[in-house]
């Protein structure tokens, strides 16, 4: 079983759509979680980071948490084409794991 | 504020050469330092982390190196390049095991 498991994708949304990226872990332990946004070519960036069960919204994104469930998700309000991205998932127990990321694209 | 700086960005290598990738860190002290292979589409490795100087632990065995000199610099290295060693590194570091990483801007290896 991957350590950090996100769907590939691709998926497609149109502008001003809500995107709905999900991600599940498998190590009970973790303690936090973070989502990357990695275009094209370039390395990640930090979107967002979460530590306790609900939500954190900044902006236009929104982090869930479910430690019951391990499951992590990242909402983008209002999408625009600018966020067709890969969004990677990552998992921090004793060093940080990622998924494989979702690529993302939003149709003008 | 902190920066990361990683080299070359780009580089074309044939089997069984020499690499030499380096990372440096500026505007902290002693931070957790991490070298990372991505594949083409394909999610992170870890492949080496650090905290400390001459503190490395290797995620994956293989014919790759990483040395940390200084508390700020973190070199990838291998003896003789494989054609599987294609990918693209990432150095990255972060202030603790627990928090975010802050990644370099990344070196595109092809190995030929």
């Known amino acids: 079983q991957k350590e950090v498991e996100q769907n590939s994708g691709p998926l497609s949304v149109p502008e001003g759509a809500i995107a709905s990226l999900n991600c599940t872990y498998s190590?009970?332990?973790?303690?936090?979680f973070f989502w990357y946004r990695q275009y094209s070519g370039k390395s990640p960036e930090l979107i967002m980071f979460?530590?306790?069960?609900g939500d954190k919204e900044d902006g236009r994104f929104t982090a869930q948490l479910n430690k019951a469930s391990q499951y992590v998700s990242l909402l983008i309000r209002d999408s625009q084409p600018s966020d067709s991205a890969t969004y990677l998932c990552?998992?921090?127990?004793?060093?940080?794991?990622f998924g494989a990321g979702t690529r993302l694209t939003v149709k003008p | 504020s902190q920066t990361i700086h990683q080299w070359p960005a780009t580089l074309v290598q044939p089997v069984g050469s020499p690499l030499s990738l380096e990372c440096t860190v500026e505007?902290?002290?002693?931070?957790?330092l991490y070298w990372y292979r991505q594949a083409a589409g394909r999610g992170l490795q870890l492949l080496f982390y650090?905290?400390?100087?001459?503190?490395i632990s290797s995620e994956v065995p293989q014919n790759l190196s990483a040395s940390r000199p200084q508390d700020r610099q973190f070199i990838l290295s291998s003896k003789k390049l494989l054609l599987s060693d294609s990918g693209f590194y990432l150095c990255?570091?972060?202030?603790?095991?627990?928090?975010?990483?802050?990644f370099g801007e990344g070196s595109r290896l092809t190995v030929l």
């Open positions: 990255a570091w972060s202030e603790s095991f627990a928090g975010e990483l802050f």
């Open positions: 190590d009970r332990g973790s303690q936090s």
């Open positions: 979460i530590y306790s069960n």
């Open positions: 990552a998992v921090n127990t004793n060093d940080m794991r």
């Open positions: 505007g902290t002290s002693n931070p957790n």
């Open positions: 650090s905290v400390g100087i001459g503190q």
